[in-house]
């Protein structure tokens, strides 16, 4: 059981919008801003949003990201086919004293 | 090029342990806090520890206080992780990343490695 909240899956057809939710609490996601990774089969997780809406250089606009209070999206637009990934949010957690991660969301390109 | 590359992963029985090393380099390795992040054959990720760039302060999980301790040497630009009494659920691929900062003051990994299987198993 992740400490963030993750929907285990979600889908969509390409040049849509989808969005996944990352759940959490006062002590994490309530308190610090949490970012975004992108792991395709295979491959190690790379960081695709943080902070106010920052991206890595190669990392399209179609991502962003929102948060209120202690809940946070990722949403990503015109969906492509190479989107298709895993998708996990992360923040620190002050009552742990560390990170936690969702349990992320194998995301489908129909 | 900004790279971590880690080693040390391998088969060991339950009960033993496995040092993990990852070499940095292409940044100011003492700059930076890094981390230790896990995940298990099929599953996602987890944090496992962490420590900031002096190494004077480590956290770590507590699915693996007492038993893992990270530490780095600043000097040979390499970040440890020291596994003992190493269990089956440990059984994962380790990954060393990068704890950068932004502007916002937010936290996030910004460099990964490509990772070393970890295998508890009799």
């Known amino acids: 059981q992740s400490v963030l909240t993750q929907p285990p899956s979600a889908s969509g057809t390409p040049g849509q919008r989808v969005t996944i939710s990352c759940s959490g609490s006062s002590s994490n996601i309530g308190s610090h801003a949490e970012s975004w990774y992108q792991q395709l089969p295979g491959a190690a997780p790379k960081v695709l949003i943080h902070g106010n809406n920052g991206r890595p250089s190669g990392v399209p606009d179609r991502f962003s990201r929102s948060k209120s209070g202690t809940s946070a999206s990722l949403a990503i637009s015109g969906l492509q086919s190479e989107d298709e990934a895993d998708y996990y949010c992360?923040?620190?957690?002050?009552?742990?004293?560390?990170?936690?991660f969702g349990g992320g969301t194998r995301l489908t390109v129909l | 090029e900004v790279q971590l590359l880690e080693s040390g992963g391998g088969l060991v029985q339950p009960g033993g342990s496995l040092r993990l090393s990852c070499a940095a380099s292409?940044?100011?390795?003492?700059?930076?806090?890094m981390s230790w992040v896990r995940q298990a054959p099929g599953k996602g990720l987890e944090w496992v520890a962490g420590t900031i760039g002096s190494g004077s302060i480590t956290y770590h999980a507590d699915a693996v206080r007492g038993r893992f301790a990270i530490s780095r040497d600043n000097f040979k630009n390499t970040l440890t992780l020291q596994m003992d009494s190493l269990r089956a659920e440990d059984t994962a691929v380790y990954y060393c990343?990068?704890?950068?900062?932004?502007?916002?003051?937010?936290?996030?990994?910004?460099?990964w490695g490509q990772g070393t299987m970890v295998t508890v198993s009799s």
């Open positions: 990343a990068r704890w950068s900062r932004d502007d916002s003051n937010a936290d996030f990994f910004d460099i």
């Open positions: 292409g940044f100011i390795f003492s700059s930076y806090a």
């Open positions: 992360a923040a620190w957690d002050d009552s742990l004293n560390g990170w936690v």
